[in-house]
Nanobody, 127 residues
Framework: QVELAEYGGDSVQGGGSLGLSCTTSGNRVNTMAWFRQSPGNGREGVAA????????????YYADSVKGRFTISRDDSKNTMYLQMNDLRPEDTAMYYC??????????????????WGQGTQVTVSS
């Protein structure tokens, strides 16, 4: 079993920055990701960091909407994954979820690939 916990959600003004973190406990997981969901919308993949999960390369993957603004990273010595978000926009407002998996059947940014989820942390960006 794997448990995930997100931290760092807050309210910020547009153009600002915010950093999220996700800690893991329990069994080892290889690939981790951040998803987000706003009211009335489905849960979308934001960024994933793949490690030893075939057939995908060990590297970060980003949604087009956040490329160049968000950076995903991980520190396995601390069992923690991070998401640095810069140049935030009102459309980034959502509940952000941490997810983990050891299988990528549907791809790094497809929610169907992930079996472990955190409870979420709210990010609100004002204009």
């Amino acid at each position: 079993q794997v448990e995930l916990a997100e931290y760092g959600g807050d309210s910020v003004q547009g153009g600002g920055s915010l950093g999220l973190s996700c800690t893991t406990s329990g069994n080892r997981v290889n690939t981790m990701a951040w998803f987000r969901q706003s009211p009335g919308n489905g849960r979308e993949g934001v960024a994933a960091i793949v490690k030893d999960t075939r057939p995908y390369e060990n590297k970060p993957y980003y949604a087009d909407s956040v490329k160049g603004r968000f950076t995903i990273s991980r520190d396995d010595s601390k069992n923690t994954m991070y998401l640095q978000m810069n140049d935030l926009r009102p459309e980034d407002t959502a509940m952000y979820y941490c997810a983990a998996t050891n299988y990528l059947i549907w791809g790094p940014l497809d929610r169907r690939s992930y079996e472990y989820w955190g409870q979420g942390t709210q990010v609100t960006v004002s204009s």
